[in-house]
T-cell receptor
Framework: DGGITQSPKYLFRKEGQNVTLSCEQN?????MYWYRQDPGQGLRLIYY???????QKGDIAEGYSVSREKKESFPLTVTSAQKNPTAFYLC?????????????FGNGTRLTVT | LAKTTQPISMDSYEGQEVNITCSHN???????ITWYQQFPSQGPRFIIQ???TKVTNEVASLFIPADRKSSTLSLPRVSLSDTAVYYC????????????FGAGTRLTVKP
């Protein structure tokens, strides 16, 4: 079955530590995205990547970093510079442009920083 | 980016038809309207997308009037499992990096 895998489902970290969230897709999609969701809120775009070795900042990129070394993988690092890192993080992928596709989401990683 | 406005919450009962309206007064000529559904602790799932008039699939219908300044997602005969948050987004077709999720409409289906 094709899809997006995010791991782990729950992640706990101490304040001041960097943490990396994994996102892998086997849909052969070119574009991948990271969103953050806070309780009762909609999703906010952190970073997106339309092709390998290229990525763009979204609306709330400060305190986060990404890499896109492989088409299948788009890990997100939450750095110690992110002031409020506790949130639900969602990864998505899609085919972009003409003949493209809607977003396909993983089931998220819930990060708690104390 | 076109802004959307949806009701914060709606209640319904099993077996009823539910209509959720989204307002998008500044929709652009090349913008499409897309709806997603999200269950707690899961990622959103695409429901339907349309440009004008009516679109129907196995899950829902999307009604778009001629002026395209609003749209209505129609869920026929809802069940308890349709309890979720529904998001309306507006943007160029599959130009996903320009799509923005608002707070959505929290639909609660009661027995």
């Amino acid at each position: 079955d094709g899809g997006i895998t995010q791991s782990p489902k729950y992640l706990f970290r101490k304040e001041g530590q960097n943490v990396t969230l994994s996102c892998e897709q086997n849909l052969n999609h070119d574009a991948m995205y990271w969103y953050r969701q806070d309780p009762g809120q909609g999703l906010r775009l952190i970073y997106y990547s339309q092709i390998v070795n290229d990525f763009q900042k979204g609306d709330i990129a400060e305190g986060y970093s990404v890499s896109r070394e492989k088409k299948e993988s788009f890990p997100l690092t939450v750095t110690s510079a992110q002031k409020n890192p506790t949130a639900f993080y969602l990864c998505a992928s899609s085919i972009e442009g003409q003949g493209g596709s809607p977003l396909h989401f993983g089931n998220g990683t819930r990060l708690t920083v104390t | 980016l076109a802004k959307t406005t949806q009701p914060i919450s709606m209640d319904s009962y099993e077996g009823q038809e539910v209509n959720i309206t989204c307002s998008h007064n500044n929709i652009a000529t090349n913008d499409y309207i897309t709806w997603y559904q999200q269950f707690p602790s899961q990622g959103p799932r695409f429901i339907i997308q349309g440009y004008k008039t009516k679109v129907t699939n196995e899950v829902a219908s999307l009604f778009i009037p001629a002026d395209r300044k609003s749209s209505t997602l129609s869920l026929p005969r809802v069940s308890l499992s349709d309890t979720a948050v529904y998001y309306c987004l507006v943007g160029a077709r599959y130009n996903n990096n320009d799509m923005r999720f608002g707070a959505g409409t929290r639909l609660t289906v009661k027995p």
